[in-house]
């Protein structure tokens, strides 16, 4: 019974590790986007003295 059970949740669990790991990258590079963004947004006020022209 013992190996039944581990095959009925091996064979649910294994076949959604692909998505899983998409789903790990894509998060990655979105984190590095957001990393980026905000050294450029730092850069442009450090430049406009963090006030815009009206």
């Not at 091996?10 to 963004?37: C, N, S, T």
């Amino acid at each position: 019974m013992d190996t039944e059970l581990l095959s009925i949740t091996l064979g649910a669990v294994l076949p959604l590790y692909p998505l899983l790991f998409a789903i790990h990258q894509k998060i990655g590079r979105y984190d590095e986007i957001v990393e980026e963004f905000k050294a450029l947004r730092a850069e442009h006020e450090e430049f406009t003295g963090g006030k815009h022209a009206p």
